[in-house]
């Protein structure tokens, strides 16, 4: 039967015979001596790190394959990145080279008409292209109907008029008021100051009991403000005593229609 010593120093053969019985006895006490050295020198020495894997085995598990597949599938991945990097770059390379001798004349003449260009498009081009077309936008402010005042429209047909014939990009502010109502009063009084600070807005005001509209909203629905564009409402505005109150400033009647985008911010 194997021992120890058979195990480290190599396995005997059954059928092992020695040439002499004293060489023999003498073998085995050398042998014994240098088992015992190599037993203590296996047993003083550290065991191999068990996960010291240098990316190659000869004999591994399941987890070392697919270690080694996952490896393999980045590498190639990383491979075919960089493949694809140098056909970009070689496909912009030859792109840049196909065009014809004709074609490349015509572009240095673009780029000399540019260079020229910019040479003549200086700050003193600039600043007078500016005050050119300051003075356009002034002009065409001046050519604009001004109104300064609120208007009275004392029918229906007067009302239709004041809307539908009027230029489509001025905005036309209709007020409908009752004459026993407190804050109808004072909102006549803030657009009378609006329509002095906003003369190109056009200011109007009609009687409820003018416009047919129903008694409740004759009592209840006044002060209004009704906003027109090109024929089109773009604004309606009622029961503003419950918004500003009885007792308001022409600021807060600004305020309110700049922040509901009826009149323009001075």
Same mark, same amino acid.
């Given at each position: 039967?194997?021992?120890?010593?058979?195990?480290?120093?190599?396995?005997?053969?059954?059928?092992?015979? #020695?040439?002499?019985?004293?060489?023999?006895?003498?073998?085995?006490?050398?042998?014994?001596?240098?088992?015992?050295?190599?037993?203590?020198?296996?047993?003083? #020495?550290?065991?191999?790190?068990?996960?010291?894997?240098?990316?190659?085995?000869?004999?591994?598990?399941?987890?070392?394959?697919?270690? =080694?597949?996952?490896?393999?599938?980045?590498?190639?991945?990383?491979?075919?990145?960089?493949?694809?990097?140098?056909?970009?770059? $070689?496909?912009?390379?030859?792109?840049?080279?196909?065009?014809?001798?004709?074609?490349?004349?015509?572009?240095?003449?673009?780029?000399?008409?540019?260079?020229?260009?910019?040479?003549?498009?200086?700050?003193? %081009?600039?600043?007078? /292209?500016?005050?050119?077309?300051?003075?356009?936008?002034?002009?065409?402010l001046q050519k604009a109907p001004k109104f300064?005042k609120v208007q009275t429209l004392n029918s229906?047909?007067?009302?239709?008029?004041?809307?539908?014939?009027?230029?489509?990009?001025?905005?036309?502010?209709?007020?409908? /008021?009752? =004459?026993?109502?407190?804050?109808?009063?004072?909102?006549?009084?803030? $657009?009378?100051?609006?329509?002095?600070? /906003?003369?190109?807005?056009?200011?109007?005001?009609?009687?409820? *009991?003018?416009?047919?509209?129903?008694?409740? %909203?004759?009592? *209840?629905?006044?002060?209004?403000?009704?906003? /027109?564009?090109?024929?089109?409402?773009?604004?309606? %505005?009622?029961?503003?005593?419950?918004?500003?109150?009885? *007792?308001?400033?022409?600021?807060?009647?600004?305020?309110?229609?700049?922040?509901?985008?009826?009149?323009?911010?001075?």
């Amino acid at each position: 039967m194997a021992t120890l010593e058979d195990k480290i120093l190599g396995e005997k053969l059954q059928n092992y015979c #020695s040439s002499s019985e004293d060489e023999g006895s003498d073998d085995e006490e050398s042998a014994g001596e240098e088992g015992d050295k190599v037993v203590k020198s296996s047993v003083a #020495s550290e065991p191999p790190p068990v996960n010291s894997w240098t990316g190659s085995a000869s004999n591994t598990g399941p987890k070392g394959v697919l270690e =080694d597949w996952r490896r393999f599938k980045q590498l190639e991945a990383e491979n075919r990145k960089e493949l694809e990097k140098e056909r970009i770059a $070689l496909a912009k390379k030859l792109t840049l080279t196909v065009k014809t001798h004709k074609e490349e004349e015509a572009d240095k003449e673009i780029d000399e008409i540019e260079d020229e260009l910019n040479e003549l498009i200086d700050e003193d %081009f600039l600043m007078k /292209y500016q005050q050119q077309r300051m003075q356009e936008l002034m002009t065409q402010l001046q050519k604009a109907p001004k109104f300064g005042k609120v208007q009275t429209l004392n029918s229906q047909e007067e009302f239709l008029n004041a809307i539908d014939k009027e230029d489509p990009k001025i905005t036309v502010i209709v007020h409908i /008021y009752s =004459d026993k109502n407190k804050a109808c009063q004072t909102m006549d009084g803030c $657009l009378n100051v609006l329509a002095t600070e /906003y003369p190109t807005i056009k200011f109007c005001r009609i009687a409820a *009991d003018v416009t047919g509209l129903s008694r409740h %909203f004759r009592v *209840d629905g006044v002060p209004a403000l009704l906003v /027109y564009k090109a024929g089109q409402v773009i604004g309606n %505005f009622v029961q503003l005593a419950a918004e500003l109150g009885n *007792d308001f400033f022409a600021t807060d009647v600004e305020k309110f229609l700049v922040e509901y985008g009826m009149l323009p911010e001075n």
